[in-house]
């Protein structure tokens, strides 16, 4: 007789097999399934217990970061303005325009100012680098080698130019 290796288990009758499902199904009464469910309630209950305060703490931290970023844009869009004021200022003067005048350029950008003063000096003429009155001269209209009318405005000088 060969080697063969003997299995020390003997062969399980499957009408008695003690380990097949459909044998071992086990009852419940309502009591019991009541009280599984239960536990299990309680046991998820207990695990999210600490799920509003968590959901409120990010709503605040939320909240206090969007109260950040508000203040940031209004900063940004405030110092925004604050520096398209700079340059039209710093192009008014450039332009030689005396400061009691601004005012009527304020609807033009600083771009706009320094073409409109390009349009109006001589060609090879440079900008007046100081306004007209802290030279100590008469406010002259650029490349015009006169001085305005005083019922001349800004606008008319304008639809000159274009």
């Known amino acids: 007789m060969p080697d063969e290796p003997t299995d020390p288990t003997p062969p399980v009758d499957p009408a008695t097999d003690p380990t097949d499902p459909a044998k071992t199904e086990k009852t419940y009464t309502r009591s019991d399934m009541d009280r599984i469910i239960a536990a299990e309630v309680r046991k998820a209950t207990e695990r999210y217990a600490d799920y509003d305060d ?10 206090e970061t ?7 844009a209004k900063e ?3 110092l925004t303005k604050e520096l398209s004021v700079s340059k039209r200022e710093a192009a008014l003067i450039k332009a030689g325009i005396p400061e009691d005048e601004w005012d009527e350029f304020a609807e033009f950008s600083a771009t706009q100012i320094g073409k409109i003063a390009a349009k109006l000096a001589k060609p090879g003429e440079e900008k007046p680098s100081e306004p007209a009155q802290q030279r100590g001269r008469e406010r ?4 015009s080698g006169k001085a ?3 019922e001349t405005s800004v606008e008319e000088l304008v639809k000159d130019l274009f």
Do not use: H
């Not at 968590?54 to 909240?63: F, G, N």
């Not at 969007?66 to 940031?72: C, E, G, M, P, S």
């Not at 002259?140 to 490349?143: I, Q, T």
């Open 66 to 72: 969007q109260k950040t970023l508000d203040a940031l």
């Open 140 to 143: 002259l209209v650029p490349g």
């Open 76 to 78: 940004r869009d405030d």
């Open 148 to 150: 305005p009318d005083k």
């Open 54 to 63: 968590l959901k409120a703490a990010a709503d605040a931290t939320k909240s």
